[in-house]
């Protein structure tokens, strides 16, 4: 019964996966469509012969509609802000783990609080204060505030990762006489490659479908913006060109798939960081 059972749930998962699966599929074969199949015939039609693909739609949208300059932005922009609240994090992260200092527990819980401010009502100080010191239309802008407002989950995750360590081999380091920063980067980080990884596909994600912060930081300077607000003004100015839209949202899901399965076999070890001990 139990190996039945465990039959019956693998079967159910896969058909979930499969039904969840089904919208990125649909998408993929409508890019590659001609227009007037697209708008005249449902997309699993293409599955069968004869096979009409095309790779105009693509090109069509990286030249003429500007989405090549935006995929570049977007990598301009999530890279660093992935980097930034990972490297600060984890060092965040190994002081409130291992270290000893003053009113530890309660600036970490602060650190933690921050979790349900919502991101909105950080958006009009920031805004003016990038504005007042010049950085408004910049890519540092960005860089700043998705680092600042990533960065309270970063030191979660990770300090629950950190302290789940076992202590006896940072101990031995320390009577080897190793110091805390050499401690962090031979041991503890190389260790930690689980929530790391975990970190990084959560933050990259999130950075990567931003539209609000990109709106409100890069609104003005359209020669910086990403994937997401060229997409949203081709949703306004061509919401009748489905081919183009199709090939637009198929290009901005491929870097976050390819970053999401090289990473996936690290991503459930690290996402479960800390929930249990020994």
Do not use: C
């Amino acid at each position: 019964m139990r190996r039945l059972s465990e039959q019956v749930i693998t079967v159910i998962a896969l058909l979930i996966a499969v039904v969840w699966s089904l919208p990125t599929l649909g998408l993929l074969i409508s890019s590659f469509r001609p227009p007037s199949l697209i708008s005249t015939t449902g997309w699993w039609t293409a599955l069968l012969p004869p096979w009409q693909f095309t790779l105009q739609n693509y090109v069509q949208v990286i030249t003429a509609q500007g989405l090549g300059r935006a995929f570049i932005n977007s990598v301009i922009i999530a890279v660093p802000s992935t980097i930034l609240p990972a490297l600060i994090g984890s060092f965040a992260a190994f002081a409130f783990a291992w270290m000893r200092f003053p009113a530890r527990n309660t600036i970490f819980f602060l650190i933690i609080s921050l979790q349900i401010i919502p991101l909105q009502i950080a958006l009009v100080p920031l805004l003016q204060i990038f504005t007042n010191i010049g950085l408004t239309g910049q890519y540092a802008a960005v860089w700043l505030a998705h680092t600042a407002f990533g960065l309270p989950f970063a030191i979660f995750l990770l300090r629950n990762f950190f302290a789940a360590l076992p202590r006896d081999l940072l101990e031995a380091a320390y009577v080897d006489g190793a110091s805390n920063f050499r401690l962090f980067w031979t041991i503890v980080l190389p260790l930690s490659l689980p929530a790391l990884a975990s970190l990084v596909i959560f933050q990259f994600l999130w950075v990567w479908n931003d539209l609000l912060v990109a709106l409100i930081f890069l609104g003005g300077n359209p020669q910086n913006a990403p994937m997401t607000l060229t997409i949203a003004s081709l949703v306004g100015s061509y919401g009748e060109n489905d081919q183009v839209l199709t090939a637009a949202a198929f290009l901005s899901m491929a870097l976050p798939l390819v970053i999401f399965f090289a990473l996936q076999r690290y991503f459930i070890r690290g996402i479960l960081a800390g929930s249990v001990k020994g």
